[in-house]
């Protein structure tokens, strides 16, 4: 039996995804196909993308930028944390229906866990506040995070996430919107990004390198390339770092259970895709 899989975004060429499902899919057994949609090359929607791979048999697809919020609209949600978040990047075609899932938030807690341990963050900077940034920010109120700083250039999206966590938000966690990407890194421990900025075609920085001083370790939620500018800048600055590739590969394993419900070998995993270790600061 062939479980058919895909991927929805805008610049997915250099994904990474379909490489991981395959290959996940060789280490369990499972003969998996993996394709690419990107909707403007195709000059078709979203919706009909999706209507016409439940049509034709798929599993299930992950969904990427700019689709995640999107994407919510069209399927049935069962976690409330999900619910809360407003963005999915994972879609399961079931007897039910379509099942929305988010490995963001998933896979986000499972990596910071991985790399820094049980502790609760400290005063966090997190620039960008659209999909990503949503399960991102979740992810840090359920580990305990204290004082959680937002920006966005689109003022009204950091505004409309801050009102959504405070509601959330137990009474000893602060939540603001921060004017400018200095005004949030001021006395930060974590800086992280979540925007496409240092993509691949998406060149640059979200953050002037000198306004890391002071901080102690950031995340970029890019992972291609994996070696972003803004993670040189912070290795660079002496801070930890956490790629965006450990992201890609937790909630990559967490889709994958998803639509398979198998547990792959984590470590046989990351030696066939020939990833970094998941505790180093040098990438290469």
Not at 24 to 36: K, N, P
Not at 134 to 143: E, K, R, S, T
């Amino acid at each position: 039996m062939v479980i058919k899989l895909g991927l929805i975004g805008d610049n997915i060429a250099a994904s990474q995804a379909p490489d991981l499902h395959r290959k996940a899919g060789a280490l369990c057994s499972l003969d998996v196909t993996y394709d690419r949609f990107i909707p403007p090359e195709l000059n078709t929607s979203l919706e009909e993308i999706i209507a016409d791979c439940e049509r034709n048999g798929f599993r299930g697809l992950n969904i990427t930028y700019p689709y995640k919020e999107r994407a919510c609209e069209l399927v049935h949600i069962d976690d409330p944390r999900i619910k809360r978040i407003g963005s999915i990047n994972t879609i399961l075609f079931d007897e039910d229906g379509r099942l929305g899932q988010n490995t963001d938030f998933t896979g986000f807690v499972g990596a910071w866990r991985r790399r820094f341990g049980s502790s609760a963050p400290g005063p966090v900077l997190v620039i960008g506040t659209g999909g990503v940034g949503m399960a991102v920010c979740h992810g840090l109120l359920d580990m305990g995070i204290s004082d959680l700083r937002l920006f966005d250039i689109d003022a009204q999206k950091s505004s409309a996430l801050s009102r959504e966590l405070e509601l959330a938000a137990p009474s000893t966690t602060s939540v603001s919107v921060v004017k400018s990407v200095s005004e949030g890194a001021a006395k930060a421990e974590g800086i992280i990004n979540c925007t496409p900025v240092g993509m691949v075609g998406k060149e640059g920085r979200v953050i002037d390198p000198d306004l890391l001083e002071g901080s102690a370790w950031v995340f970029d939620a890019v992972y291609t390339p994996i070696n972003t500018a803004f993670l040189q800048d912070a290795r660079a600055a002496g801070l930890s770092i956490l790629s965006g590739y450990e992201l890609f590969f937790h909630q990559g394993i967490d889709a994958f259970r998803h639509f398979t419900g198998k547990l792959v070998d984590e470590q046989a995993l990351r030696r066939a895709l020939g990833g970094p270790a998941p505790d180093q600061d040098e990438l290469f």
